[in-house]
Nanobody
Framework: QVQLVESGGGLVQPGGSLRLSCAAR????????MNWYRQAPGKERELVAT???????TYADSVKGRFTISRDNAKNTAYLQMNNLNAEDAAIYYC?????????WGQGTQVTVSS
């Protein structure tokens, strides 16, 4: 059974940092491209960052220079380091694993940015 379990969300003040984790089970983690998406209330889900199996990374323009995606294949875990958070970053963040036609989603973790 495939499971993606996100953790690390929470409440943070503007300008603060959080690190999200996505622990994968039931897949050959190293061959999957790993993605972080987010969805704010009333908005569509958007792709935030990607790290492919070769460790090439891409970012949405809105997070470039502030967010860093990484992966540890030995731990079957992907990460999203988020720095200098602002109100526009508040959303539910979802982990996604994608390989060819196979795609899997986590349940999401809430990120709230407020003073």
């Amino acid at each position: 059974q495939v499971q993606l379990v996100e953790s690390g969300g929470g409440l943070v003040q503007p300008g603060g940092s959080l690190r999200l984790s996505c622990a994968a089970r039931g897949i050959i983690f190293s061959i999957y491209d790993m993605n972080w998406y987010r969805q704010a209330p009333g908005k569509e889900r958007e792709l935030v960052a990607t790290i492919n199996s070769g460790r090439t990374t891409t970012y949405a323009d809105s997070v470039k220079g502030r967010f860093t995606i990484s992966r540890d294949n030995a731990k079957n875990t992907a990460y999203l380091q988020m720095n200098n958070l602002n109100a526009e970053d508040a959303a539910i963040y979802y982990c996604n694993a994608n390989y060819n036609v196979n795609t899997h989603w986590g349940q999401g973790t809430q990120v709230t940015v407020s003073s």
